[in-house]
């Protein structure tokens, strides 16, 4: 029961600042806490960072995690930014609810791309080096329903990257409780996020740094 109750906020925490080092998605997600369960205020939460983290596929890997319960309990938390009454959480049962055909454990491949993808899984990373997926695979391939799905969870184009994300997350075909996104992960998580963390703020800072890049969010260069 103790699960449903908000935490009751402590003794002198407006005197208080948290710091997080790094402004990956795992970072977004602690900050959502702290307003959240932690009562502290959006102002008094720093996240810090030298680079823009938010656009790298990395630092969405934890999303695709489904075992990550934590991140299911903030999005119940997060309003949807095209639905009104609906949390981003519910917006994404909905989905797979009315349109479970969109998850990829109900996508086919023919024999001849499931070679291409067996293939490519033993190809060295020397050999990938400079190359992109579309350099390595067909043009039936880059036009499957497997590739569109998995470039909008990992929007990534070079060979490299897209081995990487393959290797630690080809669990996923085999699943049956996947929660997939709308749109890529940065436009239906990671937007809604930020948007919620910034009306919870006084004040917001803007950095310039990592070349110029502005990051959202109280980010501050260290």
């Known amino acids: 029961m103790d699960l449903f109750v908000k935490p009751r906020k ?3 925490i407006d005197a208080h600042n948290a710091y997080i080092l790094g402004s990956d998605f795992t970072s977004l997600v602690t900050a959502c806490y702290l307003l959240r ?5 959006g102002e008094h939460i720093h996240i810090i960072d030298s680079v823009d983290s938010f656009h790298h596929y990395e630092s ?7 075992r990550s319960l934590y991140l299911w309990d903030i999005l119940r938390s997060i309003p949807s930014i095209e639905t009104e009454g609906l949390t981003v959480l519910d917006e994404m049962t909905y989905l797979n609810h009315d349109a479970p055909m969109k998850t990829i454990h109900n996508i086919q491949l023919s024999d001849q791309l499931i070679s291409e993808l067996v293939h490519f899984f033993f190809t060295s ?3 990938l080096e400079g190359k992109q997926v ?3 695979f067909s ?5 499957s329903d ?3 799905y998995w470039h909008a969870l990992f929007q990534v184009n070079d060979a490299y990257s897209f081995k990487v994300t393959l290797h630690r997350y080809m669990h996923i075909l085999t699943t049956q409780c996947m929660i997939s996104p709308k749109y890529c992960v940065y436009e239906s998580v990671i937007v809604p996020i930020i948007e919620y963390l910034e009306a919870h703020t006084n004040g917001t800072n803007y950095a310039y ?8 969010y109280n980010i501050q260069e260290a």
Do not use: T
């Not at 369960?37 to 205020?41: E, F, H, Q």
């Not at 740094?209 to 959202?216: D, H, K, Q, T």
């Open 125 to 127: 990373d020397e050999q």
């Open 209 to 216: 740094i990592g070349g110029g890049v502005s990051l959202p």
């Open 139 to 143: 043009q039936d391939f880059m036009e």
């Open 60 to 66: 969405y890997l934890s999303f695709v995690d489904n």
């Open 134 to 136: 579309k350099d390595v």
């Open 10 to 12: 402590r003794e002198n």
């Open 146 to 148: 497997f590739y569109c």
């Open 37 to 41: 369960d932690g009562s502290l205020k």
